[in-house]
């Protein structure tokens, strides 16, 4: 196997959201090249599932990092792809979306404004 870049683990951040199959994290480094960050298309409307997984996505991201900077390192480019450039968003100019020592910071404002039950102190699941 080839040497993998180094990636770091937020130690304590949930892997996913219980009884979905849906992951936060990301065990290993891809063997295949880092995914890059984009902002995707979010089609989930408020009272979907996926709605749901978003907010809880934030929810852990907020709990864990606050409105400090914080490391990509191994969280699921799937997941942030669905925040990035609206609730979450590049912290410094020379973001580079393929590397997975890009910082990123929430964008608190538009987090509440779209995401308000992540911002509670428990996430009921």
């Known amino acids: 196997m080839a040497d993998l870049p180094d990636m770091t683990k937020h130690k304590g951040f949930p ?3 219980p009884g979905t199959g849906v992951q936060f994290t990301i065990r290993r480094a891809n063997p295949k090249g880092v995914t890059p960050l984009k902002a995707l298309p979010r089609k989930a409307r408020p009272g979907t599932k996926e709605h749901r997984i978003d907010a809880a996505f934030l929810h ?9 900077p914080f ?3 191994n969280l ?20 580079d979306p393929l ?3 890009a910082m990123l910071v929430i ?4 987090a509440r404004q779209n995401f308000p039950e992540s911002f509670d102190d428990v996430f009921e699941v």
């Open 60 to 68: 852990a991201l907020w709990h864990h990092f606050g409105d400090e």
């Open 15 to 17: 892997s996913g959201m």
């Open 99 to 101: 590397s997975y020592e």
């Open 107 to 110: 964008n608190e404002k538009l």
């Open 71 to 73: 490391e990509r390192g």
């Open 76 to 95: 699921d480019a799937a997941r942030l792809n669905l925040l990035f450039g609206r609730e979450v968003i590049a912290a410094d100019k020379d973001f």
